[in-house]
């Protein structure tokens, strides 16, 4: 049995799979906030290159990968997936687990999978500078790389709360070539909102989406990028699974369970997508999208359309939401701290094609430390959600007495979080559970959106 099965370079994915074109019942379309009409591509185009407005509205079960992004993904890919024998040992378990290991790119995270194609597209539409925001820093970082491969020039709205816990990953961004500005910033009407209703406030995802949309919006030069949420991320992510499928192949294994944290639900449509294909075709496979109790738009949010961002700048988008003014509380899986989930994870969850969990952070890092010891790699706060979910179904198999074949996401490595593992070992990480009633606030707000 091998510990690590590595692929060639040749094996990098030709394709992008979208899974649109297999979903039982496709996604209901964005709407424009005031007529509650379907966008068009055209509304979008001021945001966004016209080849990624293409890929978020395709139909098209593969689209082809340019050879100048396949060219970028060798610097870091294929990744490996790894048998994750000593935590079988340390949990005493006769399931197999596999993880992959998306850490290996050079901002550490899956990120860097759709920065490379968004940067090229930008680049290749003319577009001089992109902005961007980010939450913990894996985006910023990322798009910061790809931005710099392509020669674009990239600025970052930060999340305050990270911007302030994690430095490191704003110098990174500056050794990349970026701007980094922590959010709510003075730069923008949406930040000088915030910042008058509550000049502490530790800032969302949401909003330093608002505020990179604002200026990108009011300048030509200028497009967005997303990491996260929108069809076209998600679809650059499926060559995680791709190559997964590949791996065990090799290894003759099909995994009984997929497990992966859920921010937006890139790295977690990333690895399951092309699975989902095959259950969508007649397999069982369970798929389970990990997020932190304290921001459960999956298990406590509605089914409704929602601004992605705070500011409400975005199209409405149908999904898992727990309202766009909701500001999670102020966890150090800043990946995790957003209000809602994409679309097309969130169509797949209401049609039972996915499942949801949410764990509190102290089961979360307690997984993660248990994870570093047995195999060596530090995981991002993010990625531990995914493994303390591994350990559930471990748990849950044991009791049942059968064994079963896990495969999950690692993510990202979290060697610019440790100020995270700090606090744990400090002691000073709580659980956080919102009420019911702080929970139906922000979703209140929404329900004046909703079309007839
Ligand atoms: C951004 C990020 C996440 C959350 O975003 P998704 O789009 O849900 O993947 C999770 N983990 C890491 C390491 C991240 O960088």
Redo the contacts with the bound molecule.
Sequence with gaps: MEKKILLNEKDIPTQWYNIVADMPNKPLPPLHPGTKQPISGEDLAPLFPMDLIQQEVSAERYIDIPEEVRDAYRIWRPTPLIRATELEKALGTNCKIYYKY??TSPS????PNTAIPQAYYNKKAGVKRIITET??G??GT?LSFACAHFGIDCEVYMVRISFNQKPYRKILMNTFGAKVYASPSTNTQAGRNALEANPDTPGSLGLAISEAIEIAAGDEDTKYSL???LNH??LH?TIIGQEAKKQLEYTGDYPDVII???????????LSFPFIKDKIAGKEVRCIAVEPASCPKLTKGKFMYDFGDTQGYTPLLPMYTLGHTFTPAAIH?G??R?HGA?VLCSQLLKDGLIEASAIQQLECFEAGVLFAKAEGIVP?P??NHGIAQVIREVNRAKEEGVSKTILFNL??HGFVDMAAYQDYFDGKLVNHSFTDEELTTAIKDIEALQPQ
């Design positions: 998306e850490g550490g995270s899956h990120k939450g913990a894996q985006w990322a990491g996260s949420v991320v998600l992510q992966a944290p859920l921010g937006g639900g890139s790295n977690f449509a990333g899986a990946g995790l957003y994409s991002a993010e990625a993510c990202g």
